[in-house]
């Protein structure tokens, strides 16, 4: 006997429940409260269907990967916006760019970019303190997009670069496709720079990642053409950069919430000495590590990732046919009381390897995704991260400003809404 569709409600005709996806920031859990970890619900006239918890993210991305497509997921807007690149690509066409993009994201490439993130992170240090008050939001875009382009680029930091930053705030708020018509006009600026950037580089090549992808050949021999290089680049210009600032901004609010976890994080610090940073104390942050954890499950920038269903598959007694969108659910998942106790706590002690309780099933702290596609930039993510950190907590502290709204939006990456407005001075007992 065929089995019944999920639960759910497929909404308004054509529109079906776009608004409230769109606005709601609670739309996935009221559903998953009413009808549990897996629902149906329609989106811009197709039906949909969100799937929750560890094992529901494990079949999604790994076990069960070829029932979805990435292409047929994400909405047109990112194959518009982001042309012809890893995030929307499948099969054969993924496998190889994804391989000839791994070196610049990778071993001695990344240690080499270390000496860059703390160069650039310690010059907005000087400017925030100069600045006394600031949104951190704004602030930490600015530095990751500087960071990024930087070492994918090689460009230098002035109006150039920060032309650029505004561009790409343009084209990100169009991938949602609120604001389309601008965002094309963004992209199309961003290309005409690159293939300027791209040339020169072919004729002079340095250090730079974008120097490391016009080199590099598959295994038949190829390079990548220069559209290919082009939209790769854009690509990793915009990935690098608006996730990273989410998270940062997160990281920055909780530790203002709680003190007691500064205090230990600055502890750690402080033992480590407050010279440059080099990769061998980059290995000895434990309770960071634990801090970044426990952000990454409780505020993951990324709430959830989009597919299309290619082939029909049935999970938890119900049948999804092909042809419908699928979500699996990052924010959720994290929540899910099952996996994680008093989800809606912030402890970083729950990631302390030394509790009985910390090794937890696969595919259960998923902010990066998982499986053969999980994010290529988790480890210069992962690096980044940790410079700054280190860095603001040897040196400095901060308080949060009074009557701003820290409410998280979802769109288009998962941040307070009015984006951390912050108290800024130096640690004088430390400098
Ligand atoms: C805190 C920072 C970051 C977070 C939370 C994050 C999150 C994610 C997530 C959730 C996915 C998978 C989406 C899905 O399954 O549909 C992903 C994929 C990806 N990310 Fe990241 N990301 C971060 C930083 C970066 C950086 C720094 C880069 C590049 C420099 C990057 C490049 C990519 C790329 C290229 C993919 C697609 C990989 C593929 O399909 O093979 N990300 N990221």
Same mark, same amino acid.
């Given at each position: 006997m065929a089995l019944p569709l999920p639960p759910g409600n497929p909404g308004l005709p054509i529109l079906g429940e776009t608004l409230d996806l769109l606005f709601d920031p609670d739309f996935a859990r009221k559903r998953y409260e009413k009808y549990g970890p897996i629902f149906r619900t329609a989106l811009l006239g197709r039906p949909a269907v969100f799937l929750i918890g560890a094992e529901a993210a494990e079949f999604v991305l790994s076990t069960g990967m070829e029932h979805f497509t990435w292409r047929e997921g994400w909405p047109q807007t990112f194959k518009l916006l982001l042309g012809r690149s890893l995030f929307v690509q499948e099969g054969e066409e993924h496998r190889r760019n994804r391989k000839l $993009? $791994?070196?610049a994201f990778h071993g001695p490439a990344l =240690?080499?970019?270390i000496a860059t993130m703390e160069a650039i992170t310690r010059r907005y240090? =000087?400017?925030?303190?100069?600045l006394g008050e600031f949104t951190w939001y704004t602030e930490f875009k600015q530095l990751t997009f500087e960071i990024a382009s930087q070492i994918f680029l090689g460009s230098n930091p002035g109006a150039e670069t920060d032309r650029l930053s505004r561009l790409f705030t343009t084209l990100t708020n169009g991938l949602f496709g609120l604001r389309l018509l601008p965002a094309l006009s963004a992209r199309q600026k961003i290309l005409h720079h690159l293939t =300027?950037?791209?040339q020169e580089r072919q004729q002079n090549p340095t250090n730079d990642a974008l120097s490391l992808l016009i080199q =590099?050949?598959?295994?038949a021999g190829d390079r990548l053409s220069l559209e290919e290089i082009r939209d790769q680049a854009l690509l990793l210009l915009f990935a690098g950069h608006e996730t990273t600032t989410a998270m940062l901004t997160w990281i920055c609010l909780e530790l203002a919430r709680h003190p007691d976890v500064l205090q230990q994080a600055r502890s750690e610090q402080q033992h480590l000495g407050n010279q440059e940073i080099t990769l061998e104390q980059l290995g000895k942050m434990p309770y960071l590590e634990q801090v970044f954890s426990e952000i990454e499950r409780l505020h993951p920038p990324v709430a959830g990732g989009f597919r299309g269903v290619v082939k029909p598959f049935e999970f938890q007694g119900y049948q999804v046919p092909a042809g419908w969108l699928a979500q699996y659910s990052i924010l959720l998942t994290h929540r899910d009381p099952a996996i994680y106790a008093k989800p809606h706590h912030f402890d970083p002690?729950?990631?302390n390897p030394d509790r009985p309780d910390a090794k937890r099933q696969p595919f259960s702290l998923i902010g990066?995704?998982?499986?053969?596609r999980i994010c290529l930039g988790l480890a210069f993510a992962k690096l980044e991260l940790k410079i700054i950190l280190a860095l603001l907590l040897r040196h400095y502290t901060w308080e949060l400003l009074p009557s701003q709204n820290l409410e998280p939006v979802l769109i288009p990456t998962r941040r307070p809404k009015d984006g951390l407005r912050v108290r800024f001075s130096p640690d004088y007992t430390t400098l």
């Amino acid at each position: 006997m065929a089995l019944p569709l999920p639960p759910g409600n497929p909404g308004l005709p054509i529109l079906g429940e776009t608004l409230d996806l769109l606005f709601d920031p609670d739309f996935a859990r009221k559903r998953y409260e009413k009808y549990g970890p897996i629902f149906r619900t329609a989106l811009l006239g197709r039906p949909a269907v969100f799937l929750i918890g560890a094992e529901a993210a494990e079949f999604v991305l790994s076990t069960g990967m070829e029932h979805f497509t990435w292409r047929e997921g994400w909405p047109q807007t990112f194959k518009l916006l982001l042309g012809r690149s890893l995030f929307v690509q499948e099969g054969e066409e993924h496998r190889r760019n994804r391989k000839l $993009m $791994m070196p610049a994201f990778h071993g001695p490439a990344l =240690a080499s970019y270390i000496a860059t993130m703390e160069a650039i992170t310690r010059r907005y240090l =000087a400017k925030w303190q100069t600045l006394g008050e600031f949104t951190w939001y704004t602030e930490f875009k600015q530095l990751t997009f500087e960071i990024a382009s930087q070492i994918f680029l090689g460009s230098n930091p002035g109006a150039e670069t920060d032309r650029l930053s505004r561009l790409f705030t343009t084209l990100t708020n169009g991938l949602f496709g609120l604001r389309l018509l601008p965002a094309l006009s963004a992209r199309q600026k961003i290309l005409h720079h690159l293939t =300027a950037v791209i040339q020169e580089r072919q004729q002079n090549p340095t250090n730079d990642a974008l120097s490391l992808l016009i080199q =590099a050949r598959d295994e038949a021999g190829d390079r990548l053409s220069l559209e290919e290089i082009r939209d790769q680049a854009l690509l990793l210009l915009f990935a690098g950069h608006e996730t990273t600032t989410a998270m940062l901004t997160w990281i920055c609010l909780e530790l203002a919430r709680h003190p007691d976890v500064l205090q230990q994080a600055r502890s750690e610090q402080q033992h480590l000495g407050n010279q440059e940073i080099t990769l061998e104390q980059l290995g000895k942050m434990p309770y960071l590590e634990q801090v970044f954890s426990e952000i990454e499950r409780l505020h993951p920038p990324v709430a959830g990732g989009f597919r299309g269903v290619v082939k029909p598959f049935e999970f938890q007694g119900y049948q999804v046919p092909a042809g419908w969108l699928a979500q699996y659910s990052i924010l959720l998942t994290h929540r899910d009381p099952a996996i994680y106790a008093k989800p809606h706590h912030f402890d970083p002690e729950r990631f302390n390897p030394d509790r009985p309780d910390a090794k937890r099933q696969p595919f259960s702290l998923i902010g990066f995704g998982g499986g053969p596609r999980i994010c290529l930039g988790l480890a210069f993510a992962k690096l980044e991260l940790k410079i700054i950190l280190a860095l603001l907590l040897r040196h400095y502290t901060w308080e949060l400003l009074p009557s701003q709204n820290l409410e998280p939006v979802l769109i288009p990456t998962r941040r307070p809404k009015d984006g951390l407005r912050v108290r800024f001075s130096p640690d004088y007992t430390t400098l």
